[in-house]
């Protein structure tokens, strides 16, 4: 068994030679099968489960435990209901990583999925095929991916915050470059030579100073500022 395999999905439920298992959920077939197609040239890549309606998607993560799970948030002409498929996985299955694949770009609803804890948000259109596949490996790294026109578009989103800058400590700042590259609290705080629970109280007052609720969205309005470059 693959030494990535993850321990808290029954054996029978998954691939167990894959390092990267992934839920593919879009109504359309030839998209799913084009996924599939396009991710199953990497090694250890495998598609274990694909998805076309909303409870669909909650019962193959459920049962298949992914490390990604790509979806495009209109399975049903109900982008609100997509959304928050997409809150529920990142809090209900936290090892389970969120990817948008979208048809077009908006900006409220990119932004609200960024919120809702998306960590990918990729345009059909304009994604190729070797991106999706990056993208995929990226954000199960725990990695923000975001497609071409996306990150100008959340900066616009969230808006400016250089007026709040001043009011983050060096230490924030250091814990938040450290979020933007994917660590997580224990690798932030062995990195800085502090405690988990200092991660968090940095997190925390960050997160209070930029209005953000989650790490994605914390790591892009700092981008947006111009801290991380």
Request: charged share 25%; glycine share 8%; proline share 2%.
């Amino acid at each position: 068994m693959s030494p990535d395999a993850r321990s808290d999905v029954p054996l029978g439920r998954r691939m167990p030679n894959a390092s990267t298992r992934v839920v593919v959920a879009d109504r359309n077939v030839i998209t799913r099968v084009g996924i599939r197609s396009i991710l199953e040239r990497n090694t250890g890549v495998a598609v274990i489960a694909e998805a076309t309606s909303y409870d669909a998607v909650m019962d193959a993560v459920d049962e298949h435990g992914p490390d990604v799970l790509i979806i495009d948030l209109d399975l049903g002409d109900d982008t609100t209901r997509g959304l928050k498929i997409c809150e529920d996985i990142t809090e209900n299955y936290p090892n389970t990583k969120v990817l948008v694949l979208a048809n077009t770009l908006n900006e409220m609803i990119v932004v609200e999925a960024l919120r809702r804890g998306v960590t990918g948000y990729l345009c059909k259109d304009e994604v190729r095929a070797d991106e999706l596949g990056k993208g995929v490996k990226a954000v199960q790294e725990g990695e923000t991916v975001l497609g071409k026109g996306v990150g100008s578009m959340v900066a616009r989103g969230l808006g400016s915050v250089r007026g709040q800058i001043d009011h983050l400590t060096d230490r924030e700042l250091d814990v938040i470059r450290f979020v933007s590259k994917g660590h997580s609290n224990k690798q932030i705080a062995a990195a800085m030579y502090i405690t988990e629970s200092t991660v968090k109280f940095h997190l925390q007052n960050a997160s209070k100073k930029l209005g953000t609720h989650r790490r994605a969205e914390l790591a892009h309005r700092a981008t947006a500022a111009g801290l991380l470059k």
